[in-house]
């Protein structure tokens, strides 16, 4: 993952890789902003609240996904610690708003 | 370089030393010695409240400075005593353990110390500033809200310092364990030690965020006018339970996890045994780990959440004694059968297993809700609390110190003291807490100033008083022990217990660079099993080369002190418009330092080749 400045050297291989990696970015990054839009319209021209607030989560999540597999390298090979760790924390974080939630009254 | 270090220097050198050292070992050094001052602090104040409570209606000192005692005695242990002193064990030992030269983040470690220093001595200067916190460890709302003076302020600053430097350093230690083990060391070839520093870390990671924004909300109440907890302002004050215990629960795993870490390293040291289960161990420690974020709701189980919430609480309690009790039988079978040696270190630890076990029996006793109003804010709780943390991490705590003292010294502790003070001690922690539990069973509520006579509540405290007298003595006893050690104590060999993990396979104590080639591992116990296969040492997994080195730096400690200055802004800044000067100047401080590291290159420097080879094995 090293962002190898060696130019003297012509390894078309990992060039290659770099470019499809960048072009992965860019779309991610464009779609990311596309989402923001659709949020702001979906807000803005007062949409119905069944379908607002489930399309609104949909888009939070998607753009959760695209941050942490694209932006964070977690689609990557050597990052299965991370991964662990980051879907442990929203596991404890996610059991523990449901029983505040859920069985304790207040 | 490393030999000159212990060579006649003056004192400013050292100082400027250990001041800008990014080194493992020596921040280590720092941890034990400062969490060691915070522990002799910590049990002043709790022989003032024995000494309060040696007679009915004693007048030794008034309600409200009782009040600051039991508090300060509370967080002062929790948070500046015991886990300081298991950071600085981790810090000593961890990379060792895993054969690495240093910590990931070699600046953040140095950070995260300075800002616990930091945050400890906060919380100890309001002693001089008109008032220490008086509202309890746990520092309830509404009482914490509305305790006049600056006493809880300086909790919510100093803890959120310090709770900042323990994130900083656990996820240091996440960060070490993942990517820098040596050639070889599989997650499951890791040390016990290593393997509860490492699940330690991942609690840390996901619990402190709870208490900072707890602290974060008490403070906004406080200072700055906000309601949360106010009931009257549509706030809700049992929020702050909640917060609290969501990382007070898992906190008290974060304290005794490393303790049964060392001493599944120690028992089989000195049973010469592989450790018994040693995979049930790992995977006992992850289900300890896992349950602890799921039970935080037994410490409220009289706020009236409903039977529902109490009954799966309750039950989830409960479950957590069954890993725990797979560590006890494991601890037992790898005694079982073993050429046991007794030494201090081993003292400590088999004093360990029925002192704790008899806390965790009544761990199960306070976890059955319905018992539990019956107990509740009782000695029996007092008692019980003792028994896990002093009868577990504290005894941990010194298990670890007599048996890791020659590697992170180079001197072997005296055995005679070493063995008066665990006998002292033992008898006095028995003493003191075992007749709490009666205390409590007869109605002894905690936290009161005095009791009345005549409610056979008498001789049980003169008991519980005398037993706290012989700790403080197996204390003295262990510090004269420790200066003792220090002017002319027995040099240590690099192994002196016939050691079976990495860090015996190094000097003691270990050059600043800590391998000069890596090892390869080649199983759990590595060092014992190159004893065993004849060799006797570590097979380099690497050729001589030059090593990366980072240098020391002086930043985390002025960082640390603008946040600290800031801090008093924080507080004064709702009686004087002048502590706002404190308070811009000292964030100014802080993130100047910040802006400072992040811009300025430092690349460290290289160990070169020869000069390794100068150095003599």
Do not use: C
């Amino acid at each position: 993952m090293a962002n190898n400045t060696n130019t003297g050297n012509p390894d078309t291989f990992h060039k290659q890789k770099h470019k499809d990696e960048m072009i992965k970015q860019l779309i991610t990054f464009v779609l990311m902003i596309v989402f923001t839009i659709i949020a702001f319209v979906v807000v803005l021209t007062g949409m119905d609240k069944f379908f607002a607030i489930p399309l609104l989560l949909l888009l939070a999540v998607v753009q959760v996904g695209f941050q942490f597999y694209y932006f964070m390298h977690m689609k990557d090979k050597g990052h299965e610690m991370p991964s662990l760790m980051i879907y442990g924390g929203i596991g404890a974080a996610i059991v523990t708003v449901l029983a505040l939630t859920l069985i304790i009254w207040w | 370089m490393s030999n000159a270090a212990t060579q006649n220097k003056g004192f400013a050198a050292v100082l400027w030393d250990y001041l800008t050292t990014v080194d493992h070992k020596k921040i280590g050094k720092l941890y034990l010695y400062a969490g060691g001052l915070f522990f002799l602090l910590g049990g002043l104040e709790a022989m003032i409240i024995r000494i309060q409570l040696i007679k009915p209606e004693n007048n030794f000192i008034s309600a409200g400075l009782y009040n600051e005692m039991i508090t300060m005695h509370g967080t002062t242990m929790i948070f500046l005593a015991a886990m300081p002193l298991l950071l600085g064990l981790m810090n000593a030992i961890m990379p060792l353990q895993i054969g690495a030269r240093d910590v990931a983040f070699p600046f953040l470690n140095s950070l995260g110390f300075w800002m616990f220093l930091f945050g400890g001595i906060m919380l100890n200067v309001s002693w001089f500033t008109g008032g220490a916190p008086d509202s309890g460890w746990t520092a309830y709302a509404p009482l914490s809200t509305q305790s006049p003076g600056h006493g809880v302020d300086y909790y919510v600053m100093g803890l959120q310092l310090s709770g900042a430097g323990t994130l900083m350093g656990g996820i240091n230690f996440l960060v070490t364990i993942v990517n820098m083990r040596a050639p070889g060391m599989t997650y499951m070839r890791m040390p016990l030690f290593t393997w509860t520093t490492f699940v330690v870390s991942i609690l840390i990671l996901f619990a402190f965020p709870a208490l900072t924004v707890g602290l974060f909300l008490l403070m906004f109440d406080r200072m700055f006018g906000a309601a949360f907890f106010d009931v009257a302002l549509g706030g809700n004050s049992i929020i702050w339970q909640h917060l609290f215990w969501i990382f007070g629960h898992p906190e008290v795993y974060i304290l005794i996890l490393p303790a049964f870490g060392l001493f599944s390293d120690i028992f089989s040291t000195f049973s010469k045994k592989r450790l018994f289960g040693y995979t049930a161990m790992v995977f006992a420690t992850i289900l300890i780990a896992f349950l602890g974020f799921m039970v935080w709701a037994h410490h409220m189980f009289t706020v009236g959440m409903g039977p529902v919430a109490n009954s799966i609480f309750a039950i989830a309690t409960m479950a957590i004694a069954v890993p725990t009790g797979i560590k006890i039988f494991n601890w037992l079978l790898t005694l079982w059968g073993g050429s046991i040696t007794i030494n201090s270190a081993m003292l400590w630890s088999l004093g360990f297993i029925p002192s704790f076990t008899l806390g965790g029996m009544t761990g199960v006793m306070v976890a059955a809700a319905v018992a539990d109003y019956q107990y509740h804010d009782t000695y029996f709780v007092v008692a019980h609390f003792h028994y896990v943390i002093v009868g577990g991490v504290v005894f941990g705590i010194l298990a670890g110190l007599h048996y890791w003292w020659p590697k992170i010294f180079g001197r072997i502790l005296h055995e005679g003291m070493g063995k008066l003070t665990f006998w002292t001690f033992f008898i006095g922690f028995h003493l003191t807490f075992f007749i709490q539990h009666f205390l409590g069973l007869m109605g002894m509520p905690r936290r009161y100033w005095v009791f009345l006579e005549d409610q056979g509540l008498d001789t049980g405290n003169l008991i519980s008083t005398i037993g706290a007298f012989f700790m403080a003595f197996g204390v003295i006893v262990f510090l004269i022990n420790a200066i003792y050690t220090a002017v002319k104590g027995e040099k240590a060999p690099a192994d002196p217990w016939d050691g079976r993990t990495l860090e015996w396979a190094i000097s003691s104590p270990p050059p600043h660079y800590n391998f000069k080639q890596l090892p390869l591992v080649r199983g759990l116990d590595p060092l014992w099993i190159e004893k065993m296969e004849g060799k006797g040492k570590m097979t380099p997994a690497e050729p001589l080369g030059d090593i990366h080195m980072p240098n020391g730096s002086i930043i985390p400690f002025v960082m640390s002190l603008g946040f600290f200055i800031a801090s008093f802004g924080f507080i004064y800044q709702t009686n004087y418009d002048i502590a706002y000067i404190f308070l811009f100047g000292g964030m100014a401080i802080g993130l100047g330092s910040m802006l400072v590291r992040s811009l300025k290159d430092d690349h460290g420097y290289h160990i070169t080749k020869e000069e390794l080879e100068r150095e003599a094995d």
